[in-house]
C-alpha cells in the first residue's frame, strides 16, 4: 500500500467522526435551550418531568407574592429547629421524604382555612376539594390554585413512582415553595377567625 491510498484510507476513516464532532459543536447550544422545554423524558432511568414543573411552579409562586417559608409554624409539628431547616436536612438523606413531608405543611394549612371559613371538613375532605371551593367563594384566585396544583402533583409523582428521580436542590426548592404555600394560607385561615371575631 502506497502514501496516497493511506492517506485516503485514514480520510474515509475519520471523515464521519470528524464531521459527527463539528455537528455536535455547531448545535450544542441549540440542544441545550431544546432540552430546558422539554417537559418529561427518560434516559437511562434520569428523568426531567420533575425540575421542568418547578421551574414553572417557582414562576407562578412569583406573581403571587408568597412570605418566606422560612418563618412557617404549624402547631401539630414538634420543632426544635424550624420546619424550613428541618425539610431541608430531610432533603439531604432523601429528596422524595422531603418533598412528602413539605406537602402535609400544604394540607394542613388548607384544613386551617377550611376550618376558619366554617366548611364541613368531617370524613376526611381532601385538600383540592377544599382549594376549589376557596376560589369558587372568591377567597384564592386562580393563580393561587394553578400553584396548589403544580405543587400537588410533583407531590404525588414523588411519591407514587418508584423510579422518579429527584435532586437534593429540586427538593429543597420545593420545600421552599411549599412552606411558602402553606404560610400564605396558614395567613388567610388567620385573617378568617380574626375577621370573625369583629362580628
Same mark, same amino acid.
Given at each position: 500500500?502506497?502514501? #496516497?491510498?493511506?492517506?485516503v484510507?485514514?480520510?474515509?476513516?475519520?471523515? =464521519?467522526?470528524?464531521?459527527?464532532?463539528?455537528?455536535?459543536?455547531?448545535? +450544542? @447550544?441549540?440542544?441545550?435551550?431544546?432540552?430546558?422545554?422539554?417537559? @418529561?423524558?427518560? =434516559?437511562?432511568?434520569?428523568?426531567?418531568?420533575?425540575?421542568?414543573?418547578?421551574?414553572? &411552579?417557582?414562576?407562578? &409562586? @412569583?406573581?403571587?407574592?408568597?412570605?418566606?417559608?422560612?418563618?412557617?409554624k404549624?402547631?401539630?409539628?414538634?420543632?426544635?429547629?424550624?420546619?424550613?431547616?428541618?425539610? @431541608?436536612?430531610?432533603?439531604?438523606?432523601?429528596?422524595a421524604?422531603?418533598?412528602?413531608?413539605?406537602?402535609?405543611?400544604?394540607?394542613?394549612?388548607?384544613?386551617?382555612?377550611?376550618?376558619? +371559613?366554617?366548611?364541613?371538613?368531617?370524613?376526611?375532605?381532601?385538600?383540592?376539594?377544599?382549594?376549589?371551593?376557596?376560589?369558587?367563594? #372568591?377567597?384564592?384566585?386562580?393563580?393561587?390554585?394553578?400553584?396548589?396544583?403544580?405543587? +400537588?402533583?410533583? +407531590? #404525588?409523582?414523588?411519591?407514587?413512582?418508584?423510579?422518579?428521580?429527584?435532586?437534593?436542590?429540586?427538593?429543597?426548592?420545593?420545600?421552599?415553595?411549599?412552606?411558602?404555600? &402553606? #404560610?400564605?394560607?396558614?395567613?388567610?385561615?388567620?385573617?378568617?377567625?380574626?375577621?370573625?371575631?369583629?362580628?
Amino acid at each position: 500500500m502506497d502514501s #496516497n491510498q493511506l492517506i485516503v484510507g485514514l480520510v474515509q476513516a475519520l471523515a =464521519w467522526p470528524i464531521i459527527t464532532f463539528f455537528i455536535v459543536l455547531l448545535l +450544542r @447550544k441549540p440542544f441545550i435551550e431544546l432540552l430546558k422545554n422539554v417537559e @418529561k423524558m427518560k =434516559w437511562q432511568g434520569v428523568e426531567f418531568e420533575f425540575g421542568q414543573k418547578l421551574v414553572n &411552579a417557582e414562576k407562578g &409562586a @412569583k406573581e403571587l407574592s408568597l412570605p418566606s417559608a422560612e418563618k412557617v409554624k404549624l402547631p401539630s409539628f414538634k420543632q426544635d429547629m424550624s420546619l424550613y431547616e428541618k425539610m @431541608k436536612s430531610i432533603a439531604e438523606i432523601s429528596p422524595a421524604a422531603a418533598v412528602a413531608d413539605s406537602w402535609k405543611a400544604v394540607e394542613f394549612a388548607t384544613m386551617q382555612v377550611a376550618e376558619a +371559613r366554617g366548611y364541613d371538613i368531617s370524613g376526611n375532605v381532601a385538600g383540592y376539594k377544599i382549594i376549589d371551593k376557596l376560589v369558587a367563594d #372568591n377567597i384564592l384566585d386562580t393563580g393561587t390554585l394553578s400553584l396548589y396544583k403544580d405543587l +400537588r402533583g410533583m +407531590r #404525588n409523582s414523588a411519591a407514587h413512582h418508584s423510579d422518579f428521580s429527584i435532586t437534593t436542590s429540586e427538593a429543597i426548592r420545593y420545600v421552599d415553595l411549599s412552606l411558602s404555600f &402553606a #404560610n400564605k394560607l396558614l395567613e388567610l385561615a388567620k385573617s378568617e377567625k380574626t375577621s370573625k371575631k369583629k362580628y
